[in-house]
């Protein structure tokens, strides 16, 4: 059994804030590279941010850096994304990702497209609307 299962959407008006979690079971998390994908009605899904399985390496979207923040919890086996100044345009649904572990060189280069991942969430949803 290797599942995981997002948390923390809602609706939030334009400038607040949500703290995503992605919590796993049957598998040991910070065996896996994880990544966190959204994807709007009509639009491609896109990766979000992503992080390495030691935590030592991060990697965010554009259209996110500096409002949105990447964490791992290994006791709780569980990878938060918290996520400030929301804008209308981060209304999408969410889904975590996991992968096992990379190397170094391959991880950066890969971990925001969506086809590299093994195992999905169910997503959540959030809504960014005034």
């Known amino acids: 059994q290797l599942q995981l299962v997002e948390s923390g959407g809602g609706l939030v008006q334009p400038g607040g804030s949500l703290r995503l979690s992605c919590a796993a079971s049957?598998?040991?998390?910070?065996?896996?590279?994880i990544g966190w994908f959204r994807q709007a009605p009509g639009k491609e899904r896109e990766g979000v941010s992503c992080?390495?399985?030691?935590?030592?390496?991060?990697k965010y979207a554009d259209s996110v850096m500096g409002r949105f923040t990447i964490s791992r919890d290994n006791a709780k086996n569980t990878v938060y994304l918290q996520m400030n100044s929301l804008k209308v345009e981060d209304t999408a649904d969410y889904y975590c990702?996991?992968?096992?572990?990379?190397?170094?060189?391959?991880?950066?280069?890969?971990?925001?497209?969506?086809?590299?991942?093994?195992?999905w969430g169910q997503g959540t949803q959030v809504t960014v609307s005034s």
């Open positions: 990702a996991a992968d096992p572990r990379r190397s170094s060189v391959a991880f950066r280069p890969m971990c925001l497209i969506p086809g590299t991942y093994d195992y």
């Open positions: 049957g598998f040991t998390l910070d065996d896996y590279d």
């Open positions: 992080i390495r399985a030691s935590g030592g390496s991060t």
